[in-house]
């Protein structure tokens, strides 16, 4: 069911096809702010982002008249982020087959079907109620007071989300960062990036997996006021 929001983007969509330099504005203020969010979160680098965000739009400008009246404008904005970022990380030859490790036997076993939305412990949205680790992390970095020693230990939490993002393959950061960071759901993510549900589901199992594993000494005791759903 299309909402308002699709609707009113459709609109400024028909009329960037007609070189509506207006409508492309307002559709650029509309997603720039979370599509910058995205790529500093990939990439945490400013300048990148912003190279990132520039190219994106410069895409949506010069391939308007390519887009699809089924798609919504949100999911075919972000699969040009998205085509953005990979053809940066192929450059950098980071770029690596994040199905090696998505094997038929996991996704067979029910290990990767505990994560859909019938799972006890995700939302009606398809996202995890329960405490994330760099959720958690993060909420122990924002209560620490401002004291020379918290600083330190601040900065080496945030430090170590950085680099434990930073160190997971690719593609299975890609759909943490819009799972968590963007608040978007698996459907979401799996229509916006092309892929099977199932896909979307066993990569963001490994990247929290491996998330948890690197960041594990953050976690040893929960922080307080932060409970474990």
């Not at 969509?13 to 330099?21: D, V």
């Not at 950061?173 to 229509?191: C, D, N, P």
């Not at 896909?199 to 490994?206: E, F, G, Q």
Request: aromatic share 10%.
């Amino acid at each position: 069911m299309s909402t308002a929001s699709d609707n009113q983007d459709r609109k400024l969509m028909a009329a960037i096809k007609r070189g509506n330099m207006e409508a492309f504005e307002q559709l650029f203020y509309k997603y720039y702010r979370r599509l910058y969010a995205l790529f500093y979160r990939l990439s945490w680098d400013d300048g990148r982002a912003e190279d990132l965000l520039q190219e994106t739009f410069m895409r949506v400008w010069r391939g308007a008249m390519t887009f699809r009246e089924d798609l919504k404008v949100s999911s075919w904005v972000y699969r040009i982020g998205r085509n953005c970022w990979i053809d940066l990380e192929a450059r950098r030859g980071s770029v690596r087959r994040a199905v090696d490790v998505e094997s038929d036997s996991l996704l067979d076993s029910g290990r990767v079907d505990a994560l859909s939305e019938g799972d006890p412990r995700a939302t009606s949205s398809g996202r995890y109620a329960a405490i994330r680790p760099v959720q958690l992390i993060e909420e122990m970095a924002a209560g620490k007071e401002e004291s020379p020693d918290n600083r330190a230990e601040k900065r080496e939490i945030e430090d170590g989300v950085r680099s434990g993002l930073l160190d997971l393959d690719p593609m299975h950061r890609l759909v943490l960062v819009m799972s968590f960071y963007q608040g978007m759901t698996y459907s979401e993510i799996a229509e916006a990036l092309e892929i099977p549900l199932g896909t979307v589901k066993s990569r963001v199992y490994y990247a929290e997996k491996k998330l948890r594993d690197k960041l594990k000494r953050f976690v040893a005791k929960p922080a307080q006021g932060v409970k474990n759903a």
